[in-house]
């Protein structure tokens, strides 16, 4: 057992300080990212990735808790609310190498022969932003460390133990910098993590089941299991606040072409089938896999992308991420 754990543990040190040397070394490669759109008109793209956000506690997906207030008010035009959205995995390491990459189940050394997410933004004239509420290390302390390190500029405020909001005044500061002419910035959430009464201020303090007699009861589903869940919507409530409130900056870019798109790594289980609340793989099950995927674009970037179809009921894998935002930014390359 111990030698199977050693092992284990050296094959994927090999692996990652091979990746991290060839991702390093391609940097000097020559490989041509076009803009096919190209104009005058400052673009900012900006991707939220949210933690363990479940579609089913979301009332934007018809959940019977009023836990998006704020999205669910948007019912103009310009979002789009994706609806049968999966992510490839159930944890966030193997998600995010999948997010920020090319690579594929069938072709993994495609996460060191092709160009990731920001090495592309970086090519084609953009500059790059990395805003992370959760821990990332230049030190290459996890397998997808080396892709986040690929940002023009990286704000770790995960350091600073705060919740979600943290990031509204870095992102602000960022889209006052007319500087830059366009951007895309990363922002990745600690979102609905565990645990869930650590994830918002006490303001959110809202739902209880004694109260609104809202969770339905189960054999599996004992009080502390209804206030888990309870705690749960809270954090989905505050995440709401959170993604409007980064809407509500690119609105007031009134003369830039602008999207967001907010999607969760991957779901969270919550006493739906079992005595079980969170991710694992060895338990994987739909709650874990379906994710919400939300898409916001600004009135002028509506009006300069007619040649964009946004069909909110495709099947669609958040592993084909890397090409969907290529899309949205009109890149163009092999």
Known sequence: YFINIYKTFLNYKIRVHHEIVSIIARQSEPFEVKTILWDTVPQTLVVVIGESENKHHMSLYGYGRSTNPLLSGRSDSLMYVYTDVVSPQVHTIPVM????SMVEPENPD???DKPSLFELFNRAGYKTYLLSNQEFSDKYSSSYDILLSLAS???NLATLKQHDD?????LDNILRDKTVKNKLIVIHLIGNHMAYKRRYPKEYIVFNHRKDKMLADKP???IKAKETIDQYDNSVLYNDFV?????CQLEKQDKE???????SDHGEELYDYREFAGHAYEKVSPAMCEIPFLLWISPLYKSNRTDLVFDENRPYSSGDFI???SDIAGLGYE
């Open 220 to 222: 599996f589903r004992d």
């Open 323 to 325: 090409y969907s935002i």
């Open 97 to 100: 190498r999948s997010v920020l």
């Open 110 to 112: 495609y996460f060191i």
């Open 257 to 263: 072409k602008a999207a967001m798109i907010y999607f």
């Open 243 to 247: 993604v409007n409130s980064i809407i």
């Open 166 to 170: 943290i990031v509204l005044p870095a």
């Open 153 to 155: 500029v990286k704000l």
